[in-house]
Every structure is written in structure tokens, then in C-alpha cells.
């Protein structure tokens, strides 16, 4: 079946302009994930989604990134007047299980969104 | 605050020896993934840990989760070309289920 997806899958953006990156999570998927990945380095968190609620969004950088997840499916994250340090890969990763302890919660990573921020 | 630390770096291997990636976390972690990126491509998950002293075997990769639950390890026996790729290790405190707390990453190259 189809896996989760990004677009666009690069993006060339002049500092000051907005961005919009679109993550389509697996059908059925609950939890929705954020992350940033600089180069050489691990994902780092940035919002999460159960459905539609945005329960976590303590990994945003700043208050110029704003995520939604209005109906429960599609997610934007959008950042508003883009700097160079936000040039970065952005990767979105979608869970089926919603929470229990012990449950498993494989994560599924879309290919990632690559911003350039000139 | 919450960190995962990873080690080594880098690491480079004959094909044929074995490799060990250790991952450390600050805190106490309620459950560890374990995932692995090629170069160009994206993280994919490759196992989950969640209780004290756990061993999980994948064929020639064995993950250890530690008695404290503050560090596991990933172990591959005789590496092969098709091990290349970035290991990372994930960790989540608490049952929030919610965030996910990524090591730097350990990059495995592999000479035929």
C-alpha cells in the first residue's frame, strides 16, 4: 500500500518568503509526527498530532512554524518569514496505534521535504 | 532536559566483522526504537524495546535495552555491503507516546 508522502520534495526558498510543506500520512494513521533533520544529525522533534489535536508542539523553534492537522489526515507545516538556519530536511512520520504502554508504534517516515533557505 | 547521546560517530568495517552502535539517555526511557537511514533516503524502523534487560534478534542485528532503561545497543554480526547506512536510536520518556528523543546517529560504512 502506499506509504506516507511529502511535497513538495524540495523547496528553494529566499529568506523573508513563507513556506508550506504537506505531509499525506498512511489512511488510518492516528499519530502524526514533525521533525527536523540537519545534515549529519538525527531527527529532532517538532510538533505531534493525535488526529486532529495537536497535543505536543514544544519542539517548534520559534513562532514563525505553525503545524495543523485539520481534518484528522493531511498535515502543513508552515514557516513563515523563512531564515537561512531553518534550511534543513523535514520529515514527517506517521503512526498507526494511538497510546498504551507497551504497545508497539512503529513509526513510518515520509521521504522528507529538503529546504534551502537562500 | 531530555537527551539521547550516541556513539561512535562513525564507524568503518571490513565486510565480515562486527558492529556495535551504543545509545545513552540522561533519563529514564519508557521504550527505545531503533531505526536505520540510507544515504539519500529516510529513516526506517527496525525494532522497538520497552522493558528492562530486553534482547531482540533480527537475524544477524541484535538490540539490547538495559536493566535501567537508560542505554541499549544495536549488534551486527558479520556485516555485509547492504548494512551501509545510518543507525539511529530513538527513546521516549514517559507514556506519552508522543515524543521521540533521536540520538546523532552512528554512519556504518562497509568495505567489500
Known amino acids: 500500500g502506499a506509504g506516507v508522502s511529502q511535497s513538495p520534495r524540495y523547496k528553494v526558498a529566499k529568506r523573508g518568503q513563507d513556506v508550506a510543506l504537506r505531509c499525506d500520512p498512511i489512511?488510518?494513521?492516528?499519530?502524526l509526527f514533525w521533525y527536523q533533520q540537519a545534515l549529519g544529525q538525527g531527527p529532532e522533534f517538532l510538533t505531534y498530532f493525535q488526529n486532529e489535536a495537536q497535543l505536543d508542539k514544544s519542539g517548534l523553534p520559534s513562532d514563525r512554524f505553525f503545524a495543523e492537522r485539520p481534518e484528522g489526515s493531511v498535515s502543513t507545516l508552515k514557516i513563515q518569514r523563512t531564515q537561512q538556519e531553518d534550511s534543513a530536511v523535514y520529515l514527517c512520520?506517521?503512526?498507526?496505534?494511538?497510546?498504551?504502554?507497551?504497545?508497539?508504534?512503529?513509526?513510518?517516515f515520509g521521504p522528507g521535504t529538503r529546504l534551502t533557505v537562500l | 532536559g531530555q537527551q539521547v547521546m550516541q556513539i561512535p560517530q562513525y564507524q568503518h568495517v571490513q565486510e565480515g566483522e562486527d558492529f556495535t552502535t551504543y545509545c545513552n539517555s540522561s533519563?529514564?526511557?519508557?521504550?527505545i526504537q531503533w531505526y536505520k537511514q540510507r544515504p539519500g533516503g529516510h529513516p526506517v524502523f527496525l525494532i522497538q524495546?520497552?522493558?528492562?534487560?530486553e534482547v531482540k534478534k533480527q537475524k544477524r542485528l541484535t538490540f539490547q535495552f538495559g536493566e535501567a532503561k537508560k542505554n541499549s545497543s544495536l549488534h551486527i554480526t558479520a556485516t555485509q555491503t547492504t548494512d551501509v547506512g545510518t543507525y539511529f536510536c530513538a527513546g521516549m520518556e514517559g507514556y506519552n507516546f508522543n515524543k521521540f528523543y533521536f540520538g546523532s546517529g552512528t554512519k556504518l560504512n562497509v568495505k567489500p
Open positions: 524495546l520497552v522493558k528492562s534487560g
Open positions: 533519563t529514564t526511557l519508557s521504550n
Open positions: 512520520a506517521s503512526s498507526l496505534v494511538l497510546v498504551d504502554r507497551g504497545q508497539y508504534n512503529e513509526q513510518f
Open positions: 489512511s488510518g494513521h492516528v499519530s
